[in-house]
């Protein structure tokens, strides 16, 4: 089995700063990598391949996620849960779109009171939230 690269640290934090930013989102060590959980479910997952490259993964709504699929790198669709997408992470990575993507997913695992509070911009709002 091929050892899994740490994710970098700058990397890590950077995240953290963002996710741990909505109410009762904590950080925690996963299988491999570090998650970002809310009331136990998971928000984002980062973590190191078997390939050296590293990745992120988090929820999409449907829309969100047929139009991220089918983009291509850095967007793959994970191969469990219904509406679980990732990116791929390096050196040119989008961060602003990254906190996008990472705050619609927060809004969608977190229950409906807390998701509430979370201020969004109004591209990223729909009017089933």
Not at 39 to 52: N, Q
Not at 53 to 67: G, K, S, Y
Not at 100 to 126: F, H, K, N
């Amino acid at each position: 089995m091929t050892d899994r690269p740490d994710v970098p640290d700058p990397w890590i934090d950077r995240l953290d700063a963002t996710l741990t930013a909505f109410p009762e989102c904590y950080q925690e060590r996963a299988w491999t990598g570090v998650r970002w959980s809310v009331r136990g479910s998971t928000v984002a997952h980062v973590f190191g391949g078997e390939d050296g490259r590293f990745r992120i993964t988090f929820r999409a709504e449907p829309d969100e996620l047929h139009a991220l699929e089918h983009l291509g790198e850095p967007y793959f669709r994970a191969g469990w849960g219904a509406n679980v997408v990732g990116m791929l992470l390096a050196e040119g990575t989008d961060w602003q779109e990254l906190t996008e993507l990472l705050t619609d997913s927060y809004c969608i695992q977190a229950p409906g009171a807390l998701a509430a509070l979370v201020e969004r911009g109004p591209a990223e709002m729909s009017s089933d939230r």
